[in-house]
């Protein structure tokens, strides 16, 4: 299962086809990201995280979504220039994709179905997302941008992180720094 992982379609910001094959045996934080969001501030946490981590094997892959509420409208040049003009944001970034509903793309298929409860979620944030009338239509869909995928240096998904949980957030560093020492 974890293989599969890497063989699974993806294309960068700037339209190349390709798939995570050359991020093998690194850690991945993979993360859906939106420029419009409320977390938008979260790209700064995530580029502070790769620069720590980047050189003992992590990297974060960031994947562009529209699927909440419009809060990633724009196209993959307004994306990256964004990324870069507001955070310096030195990670891979891909192009937009779907992480739930009929166009859901493989890769979010993956990662929901084979983890498809978060490990660390509070619920405080889902709890907000509810009063708002945004529910999940099936229990292992994303919640909302920025959920955090970690996956291991053998393409297991190990961890799921809700939203609202910081690239900071100790819980999120802990889990890191122990699949880096793998």
């Not at 529209?66 to 964004?82: A, H, R, S, V």
Request: net charge negative; proline share 4%.
């Amino acid at each position: 299962m974890a293989n599969e992982l890497y063989k699974i379609p993806v294309k960068t910001i700037d339209g190349t086809e390709t798939n995570l094959s050359e991020y093998k045996d690194k850690v991945l934080l993979v993360v859906n990201v939106a420029s419009k969001c409320g977390l938008t501030t979260q790209y700064e946490g995530l580029e502070k995280l790769y620069e720590s981590y980047h050189a003992k094997g992590l990297e974060v892959l960031a994947f562009p979504a529209n699927n909440f509420m419009g809060q990633e409208p724009g196209t993959e040049d307004e994306i990256q220039e964004f990324c870069s003009t507001n955070f310096n944001v030195q990670f891979p970034l891909f192009s937009k994709l779907s992480v739930k509903g009929d166009d859901q793309h493989k890769l979010y298929k993956h990662l929901t179905e084979t983890k498809p409860e978060t490990d660390v979620n509070d619920g405080e944030f889902e709890a907000k997302l509810k009063s708002y009338g945004s529910t999940r239509s099936t229990p292992n869909e994303v919640l909302w941008n920025f959920e955090k995928f970690l996956i291991g240096k053998d393409g297991e998904v190990v961890a799921r992180f809700a939203p609202d949980v910081t690239a900071e957030d100790s819980r999120l560093v802990g889990r890191v720094e122990a699949e880096l020492a793998k």
